[in-house]
């Protein structure tokens, strides 16, 4: 089928017996159940490549959060399935670790973090070179 050709992270021993099939590279694919992505047409990802350690940080807050979205909108559905719970509190702990650590770093991610000072209007904007 579609999937013989994607380099999906097969962690299939954590869900043993279940349809699930967690991917670490959900973010980039925008999905991360493999049974569940559909390629469109002849799109290919897009692999991102951080360029510093802030880059990398905020890289990898994003691929926790999408993940445990992801990861809640299963356990809407399956409610009582420990195993992906448990898999949650696993990923929501690693999400709280990347967030303390980039705001230890670099100051508040969002608004509702620990700093007391947002400096985001002196920050480059995305289209701007950082060099």
């Known amino acids: 089928m579609y999937f013989d050709s994607l380099d999906f992270v097969d962690n299939t021993d954590l869900f043993v017996g279940k349809i699930v099939n967690i991917n670490d590279d959900g973010y980039i694919y925008g999905n991360i159940f493999k049974d569940e992505y559909i390629p469109y047409k002849d799109y290919k990802v897009y692999r ?3 360029r510093s350690e802030e880059e990398n940080l905020k890289l990898k807050i994003m691929e926790h959060s999408f993940k445990i979205s992801d990861l ?3 356990l809407d559905l399956h409610p ?5 719970y448990n898999y949650f509190k696993k ?3 690693e999400l709280d670790n990347y967030i303390d650590e980039y705001e230890n770093k670099y100051g508040s991610i969002c608004l509702n973090g620990k700093m007391d000072k947002y400096n ?3 920050d480059p904007w995305p289209w701007e070179d950082k060099a």
């Open 72 to 74: 809640n909108l299963y």
């Open 48 to 50: 991102l490549n951080p």
């Open 80 to 84: 009582n399935d420990m195993d992906v």
């Open 91 to 93: 990923e929501k702990k």
């Open 120 to 122: 985001w209007i002196n």
